[in-house]
């Protein structure tokens, strides 16, 4: 099956520092979703990425769909104490079927 | 509102119980899944549901029967439960299945199931 790799396992920042997480996969999606998930809930969506090459932002985060279709990478700038949380990529080829990273998990010193 | 509710939040049960989780979704979502989140927080798909059809069944025991009697619900038993099966379970749903800006998935709060 397919598998996605994402680094890094988890950061430890200070707020203001810049972040950068990304996913990598030996084969080929049309489709990378970011997701964050904090203590006790569900993970919640925060960038979708439908087209090799794209750059999409949402606020202070910006994802990009690499032109090789195999990776994607999350930067989030001047982190806040809120951030905390694991991030998740997710890739999809076939319909339905989203395969997620392992998680990212972020921890932010105020 | 909320969107993708389930319940219970929380279920301690005993080994080789039959428990059932309920979840229900408000956004006139066509497709519903569920998820497991082990204790390293890696989460798999287990059933995918688009139009209480069943389209995504992936290696999951028998032991865990999913069912949906409307497009809102999708609720999963679970039979002779295992130690192994304690981890949090998630559903989700999203508007569209296979379509480009369809594929994004809606979380709920999840279930956190012990078996002791």
């Known amino acids: 099956g397919q598998q996605l790799n994402q680094s890094p396992q988890s950061m430890f920042i200070q707020e203001g520092e810049d972040v950068s997480m990304n996913c990598t996969s030996s084969s080929i999606f049309n489709t990378w979703l970011w997701y964050k998930q904090e203590p006790g809930e569900g993970p919640v969506l925060l960038i979708a990425?439908?087209?090799?090459?794209e750059l999409t932002s949402n606020g202070r985060l910006t994802a990009q769909f690499g032109i090789t279709r195999k990776d994607s990478f999350l930067n989030i700038s001047a982190s806040i104490p809120s951030d905390v949380g694991i991030y998740f990529c997710a890739g999809l080829l076939n319909a339905g079927k989203s395969t997620f990273g392992d998680g990212t998990t972020l921890t932010v010193k105020p | 509102d909320t969107a993708v509710s389930q319940t219970p939040k929380y279920l301690v049960t005993q080994m080789g119980n039959d428990k059932s989780i309920k979840c229900e979704q408000n956004l006139g979502h066509d497709t519903m899944y569920w998820y497991k989140q082990d204790s390293k927080k890696f989460l798999k798909i287990m059933f995918s549901?688009?139009?209480?059809?069943?389209?995504i069944n992936e290696t999951v025991p028998n032991r865990f029967s999913p069912k949906s009697p409307d497009k809102a619900h999708l609720n999963l038993h679970i039979n002779s439960l295992e130690l192994g099966d304690s981890a949090v379970y998630f559903c989700?749903?999203?508007?569209?299945?296979?379509?480009?800006?369809?594929?994004?998935?809606?979380f709920g709060p999840g279930t956190r199931l012990t078996v002791l």
């Open positions: 990425l439908y087209k090799a090459g």
């Open positions: 989700a749903s999203s508007q569209d299945f296979g379509l480009a800006g369809g594929d994004e998935q809606f």
């Open positions: 549901y688009n139009n209480k059809e069943l389209i």
